[in-house]
T-cell receptor
Framework: GQQVMQIPQYQHVQEGEDFTTYCNSSTTLSNIQWYKQRPGGHPVFLIQLVKSGEVKKQKRLTFQFGEAKKNSSLHITATQTTDVGTYFCAGRGTSYGKLTFGQGTILTVHP | GAGVSQSPSNKVTEKGKDVELRCDPISGHTALYWYRQSLGQGLEFLIYFQGNSAPDKSGLPSDRFSAERTGGSVSTLTIQRTQQEDSAVYLC?????????????FGSGTRLTVV
């Protein structure tokens, strides 16, 4: 079945440093989504990428979808303490149906 | 409702007992998903509903797990003869296929502890 791998598992940064998490799928994806889960909370939808090579920005967050639609990345510029949490990528093999989640990257930001 | 509502928020049960978890999705959301998350782990897919039917139930771990959805709205996940390995947070999500924003909206989850 479809597998989505995410690295790194953990990332500790100093406030102001950049952060990147990477996501790779074993199969070509129809689309990929990113979620953020704060400690003690539930995942919250951030964004969806659909097109090959797509790049989207949300303030300090930049999301990319690979040309082959099998990998994706999330980059945060100048991290803040409010960025702490676990970031999940989630891929969908067909236009509809379930998302397969990566294991997540736990981000810690030291002030 | 305004969000996805799950109940109970916490459930402690004895090994061997049956439990029912409830999910009330956002009104009008036709798709409903159940996932579970063990401590510090990712999200494990359990079952997907489109309306009242379940086109994908491939993630249900065993025949002790079942789920239904009625009226295209509320869903219940039932775990029979609970085991300690069933302890996890059970998350429900809903979405509305066909809209530009096709992300999941998750509920706050039910934390199940089997003792």
């Amino acid at each position: 079945g479809q597998q989505v791998m995410q690295i790194p598992q953990y990332q500790h940064v100093q406030e102001g440093e950049d952060f990147t998490t990477y996501c790779n799928s074993s199969t070509t994806l129809s689309n990929i989504q990113w979620y953020k889960q704060r400690p003690g909370g539930h995942p919250v939808f951030l964004i969806q990428l659909v097109k090959s090579g797509e790049v989207k920005k949300q303030k300090r967050l930049t999301f990319q979808f690979g040309e082959a639609k099998k990998n994706s990345s999330l980059h945060i510029t100048a991290t803040q303490t409010t960025d702490v949490g676990t970031y999940f990528c989630a891929g969908r093999g067909t236009s509809y149906g379930k998302l397969t989640f990566g294991q997540g990257t736990i981000l810690t930001v030291h002030p | 409702g305004a969000g996805v509502s799950q109940s109970p928020s916490n459930k402690v049960t004895e090994k061997g007992k049956d439990v029912e978890l409830r999910c009330d999705p956002i009104s009008g959301h036709t798709a409903l998903y159940w996932y579970r998350q063990s401590l510090g782990q990712g999200l494990e897919f359990l079952i997907y509903f489109q309306g009242n039917s379940a086109p994908d139930k491939s993630g249900l771990p065993s025949d002790r797990f079942s789920a239904e959805r009625t009226g295209g709205s509320v869903s219940t996940l039932t775990i029979q003869r609970t085991q300690q390995e069933d302890s996890a947070v059970y998350l429900c999500a809903s979405s509305s296929p066909g809209t530009a924003n096709y992300g999941y909206t998750f509920g706050s989850g039910t934390r199940l502890t089997v003792v």
